[in-house]
């Protein structure tokens, strides 16, 4: 028989679901303790199958008291904003909402009466209805993370594997997790695609188009340009007049004697070496006068 509701037996009611659960809560964690020291004894014989399913049950019963611990902190959510969560009203507040369902659905799960006559009385005072929206979850009204830890499902090998190391671990035993068949599976895959010694080449479009243009690329670097051409024929004819000129009476720079006339150093004749930093000497005196006007 569903008990009533009532503000203040609720509020008690809230306190004495607080305490139940933390002291279930050091319960089973005292449990879990010797369990895992049971775990390292049985891996330490080489009882290796033995260890892996009690290693399961251990997941299972952490993954309880994690339920614990949510429902402690739901409860204690609802005390501190009781004044919110006992006014007259067919739904819950959105500030409390999430509790009063996260209670409603998960306190089945649980072995605590506290807990369970709480249940009954958030479910008296919201009625019918919205009591089997939350057991139902319809809208994800309950925590994701309630939802999560009362799945039931058997834990991966990984996750034992890994549970198994931790003990071995923490109790100086010698054992070495084997590798997943995932892993391996994955080797041998990618032995398979050719990414280890010998393997097959990638004949893929992509890859013989990246060939083709590297050939492309080589060519183009061995065979030389025409503007390389065009500068050796220039300077073929450049050496030809060269030599012409050093011949006696031939050059435009030799006297009639055939002895070299001087450069000459008049402004605009551009010959002597000297005129053009002359020039570039003027006139930046002629800017620096003009600065100095200003």
Not at 22 to 34: S, Y
Not at 151 to 180: F, R
Not at 230 to 242: R, T
Request: proline content about 5%.
């Amino acid at each position: 028989m569903p008990t009533a509701y009532n503000s203040a037996k609720t509020k008690v009611q809230l306190r004495l679901s607080v305490q139940r659960l933390r002291t279930l809560q050091q319960k089973k964690e005292a449990q879990a303790k010797a369990s895992r020291r049971d775990i390292a004894t049985l891996i330490e014989r080489g009882k290796i199958e033995t260890s892996r399913i009690k290693v399961e049950g251990l997941i299972n019963e952490d993954i309880h008291i994690e339920l614990l611990e949510l429902l402690e902190l739901y409860c204690e959510l609802l005390l501190a904003r009781f004044g919110v969560l006992d006014q007259n009203a067919r739904e819950p507040d959105p500030s409390v909402a999430e509790g009063v369902c996260s209670i409603i659905f998960a306190a089945p799960r649980t072995e605590l009466k506290e807990l369970h006559v709480l249940r009954d009385m958030l479910m008296h005072k919201y009625g019918r209805e919205f009591s089997a929206a939350a057991m139902e979850n319809r809208d994800g009204c309950v925590s994701d993370r309630v939802a999560r830890k009362i799945e039931v499902k058997t834990p991966s090998a990984d996750l034992v594997n890994a549970y198994m190391g931790e003990i071995a671990k923490a109790y100086s035993v010698a054992w070495e997790a084997p590798q997943s068949m995932s892993k391996e599976s994955d080797d041998n895959s990618n032995s398979g695609n050719g990414h280890g010694d010998g393997g097959v080449k990638d004949a893929s479009p992509g890859a013989s188009d990246s060939s083709a243009s590297k050939s492309v690329s080589e060519s183009k670097s061995v065979s030389p340009p025409a503007d390389a051409e065009k500068k050796d024929v220039n300077n073929n004819n450049k050496e030809k007049e060269s030599k012409e000129k050093s011949k006696p009476g031939s050059g435009a720079g030799i006297g009639s004697g055939g002895v070299p006339s001087p450069p000459s150093t008049k402004p605009g004749s551009g010959v002597g070496p000297e005129a053009e930093p002359e020039d570039d000497f003027d006139a930046l005196t002629k800017r620096f006068a003009a600065l100095k006007k200003r």
